[in-house]
């Protein structure tokens, strides 16, 4: 991440300031000390930079010109020399707030987090009146803690298309990616800044497992055609509007004054391309301002209708704010608004990304492990709560930004993420990242109520029983009240069994389940009372092959409910009868249904009920239930409702 005037800014294509040549003072004989503080003015650091180490060569440098090497290789990336001439500086003149704070935090990005909160501590203690450093002290704190309780991010680096110089910025697509980098040196248009060639878009392919990149390829669409920095870039979900970040390098260009020079601020700007046939059109986005401010790093939410980008313009928070624009009906953007204080504090926030519910940024405003750290936090527009740091390996003592979710599923999360960690290529480096996703214990739980089915009032003093796929006890217990929970294991099949003396017991099939959150299971168990004489209820489910007798295993079932109320209920003393529907001769079906009745009983004797408190009686189409007498045309539910088998109590 390449800075400016000492504070975060946009990565590598952050203003570029450019000596008026009118200004230059046309020194022909300027001192290297001279060029150096110029190139430093002017915003070129590693052309400041190689010129200060020249100068330090044939003398010692002034505290002025230590600052500026130091802040020079700070704004390079160069961390540990920026580290190395600062305390260099904090040796020479200790009384400067401003430079003990800056090597304190210089400690902090080369991640020697015990020794960064020693000096923010002193820093306290020697310069009360100075800037607060509580966060600071937090963020050593949290990352020492973070580092002994890492998440379950897997951080890779790509190497297919890291170099030794800037890469980041990855945008997926969907049959490959972009992403912004520094190409190899081809020509003479360098940055100054950096000592590396202008960023342009590149293009890249994934491998079969959907995210390592490789193939990189300098892309030659328009859009790369601008001769200073090009990037990042965002698209809408069609991929035929690009919405690119570059540097403005026009005429009317911001005007600044620095120790009585003056310079060009070349601001970035926000280039709206759309598709044409096999080109591409931009526009600027409505509300650049290169006079005034940056606007670039945009990202669309999911359904393209806000646009959220980072600027510096007026009436932020802090240095660099995340704002959002809302599309209008007619297809244009509203004015921009600030995406609020969660989300936006009193440093620098920036590379904004958009996942489902949840944003994505950069920001050195809150605890971090040392530069730049990735947050979230979900809502949208103005609306966010929760924000929270990705820890580490997320974040690292270093710049971590351009976090990018590709995919997320029900085990998984995997996108990408830039980071200039020490390990890496060199510079600013793509890695993508894979989350594995805690297994959650999911409660999955059946809530039954128990009514009599007479009365339809809740029944208390019941009991359950619950049987497993095999028909295996697993347990039985008591309902003291009318209702009862019992927690069920995931993708796991049951049978309950709930019963009551002088009650016919009711059953339930529950099939496995699958459930990503917590789910409750709602059944009602009603219970047929057998305990007065006269009472009759219809076995349900009790049903006959056509033209048949026999006692199906479905049947069966519903008989071994009851032979199980008549061993509960020893003085029960019952009828069970068989009806037909009208359809066939009456003297056909009289007897076929007293086959059945009988055929019923012997099953239950067979089960160890005593002949005796058993009736057999078939009624054949003698007692039917509705209008369907012979020749009367109905449907065939009409004709089921009379093919039933019923128990009346003959004595209880």
Not at 367 to 377: E, V
Not at 420 to 436: C, E, P, Q
Not at 486 to 510: N, Q
Request: charged content about 25%; glycine content about 6%.
């Amino acid at each position: 991440m390449m800075k400016l005037s000492n504070k975060l800014f946009f990565a590598i294509v952050g203003c570029i300031f450019l000596l008026l040549a009118n200004n230059v003072g046309a020194q022909e004989q300027a001192s290297l000390a001279d060029k150096a503080h110029q190139f430093y003015l002017a915003g070129e650091y590693a052309k400041a930079a190689d010129m200060y180490n020249r100068v330090q060569q044939s003398r010692k440098l002034s505290n002025k010109e230590m600052a500026a090497v130091a802040d020079a290789y700070y704004q390079i990336n160069a961390y540990t020399d920026a580290e190395k001439w600062l305390e260099k500086l904090v040796a020479s003149d200790p009384t400067k707030a401003d430079v003990a704070l800056k090597h304190a935090r210089l400690v902090k990005i080369n991640g020697k987090y015990e020794e960064a909160k020693a000096k923010f501590l002193a820093f306290q203690q020697r310069f009360p009146q100075g800037k607060d450093v509580r966060v600071e002290i937090a963020g050593c704190d949290s990352a020492l803690l973070w580092m002994a309780q890492a998440t379950k991010h897997t951080i890779k680096n790509e190497h297919e298309v890291n170099t030794s110089r800037a890469e980041f910025a990855v945008l997926p697509l969907s049959n490959g990616a972009l992403y912004t980098a520094e190409p190899a040196i081809q020509s003479t248009k360098i940055s100054g800044m950096t000592g590396q060639a202008y960023l342009k878009v590149f293009s890249a392919g994934r491998d079969q497992d959907g995210i390592s990149l490789k193939y990189p390829v300098l892309m030659e669409d328009v859009f790369n055609s601008a001769d200073y920095h090009v990037g990042p870039v965002a698209t809408n979900e069609k991929q035929d509007v690009l919405f690119v970040t570059r540097t403005y390098m026009g005429k009317d260009a911001e005007k600044v004054k620095r120790d009585s020079m003056r310079f060009k601020r070349y601001n970035l700007e926000l280039i709206v391309y759309r598709k044409q046939g096999s080109s591409w059109v931009g526009e600027p986005f409505p509300y650049n301002n290169v006079e005034k401010y940056s606007l670039g790093h945009a990202a669309l939410n999911t359904d393209g209708n806000v646009l959220y980008f980072a600027s510096d313009m007026p009436g932020g928070k802090g240095g660099v704010d995340i704002w959002f624009s809302e599309k209008n009906s007619d297809g244009s953007w509203g004015k921009p608004q600030n995406a609020g204080p969660e989300i936006n504090g009193n440093g620098d926030e920036m590379f904004p990304s958009v996942f489902a519910d949840t944003l994505y940024f950069s920001s050195d405003s809150y605890a971090s492990m040392g530069g730049l750290d990735i947050f979230k936090a979900v809502g949208q527009k103005a609306a966010f709560s929760g924000r929270q740091s990705l820890r580490y390996p997320v974040n690292s003592s270093a710049d971590d930004f351009a976090f990018v979710v590709s995919a997320d599923d029900e085990e998984r999360q995997y996108g990408y993420l830039a980071s200039n960690r020490s390990g890496g290529a060199g510079s600013d480096d793509i890695y993508s990242f894979v989350y594995n996703k805690p297994r959650t214990k999911v409660t999955i739980t059946l809530a039954g109520k128990v009514y009599d089915k007479a009365t339809s009032e809740l029944l208390r003093e019941s009991r359950v029983h619950m049987f497993d796929n095999n028909g295996g006890l697993l347990s039985s217990f008591a309902v003291a009240d009318s209702h009862f929970d019992k927690e069920l294991e995931p993708k796991t099949a049951y049978k309950f069994v709930v019963s009551k003396e002088g009650y016919m017991s009711d059953s339930l099939f529950v099939s496995g389940v699958t459930a990503r959150r917590d789910t409750t299971l709602f059944a009602n168990f009603r219970l047929q009372p057998v305990n007065k004489k006269g009472i009759s209820f219809v076995l349900d489910n009790i049903y006959y092959d056509f033209d048949k007798y026999d006692i199906r295993s479905d049947a069966a079932v519903v008989l071994d409910q009851l032979v199980k109320v008549m061993k509960d209920n020893p003085t029960l003393r019952i009828e069970l009868s068989s009806h037909t529907d009208s359809r066939g001769s009456d003297k056909y079906n009289l007897v076929l249904s007293q086959h059945r009745a009988r055929s019923a009983v012997e099953y239950i004797v067979s089960r160890g009920i005593e002949r005796e408190r058993l009736v057999a009686k078939g009624y054949g189409e003698m007692k039917l239930v509705n209008k369907c007498a012979n020749g009367v045309t109905c449907s065939e539910e009409e004709h089921q409702a009379n093919r039933r088998t019923e128990v009346e109590v003959l004595a209880y």
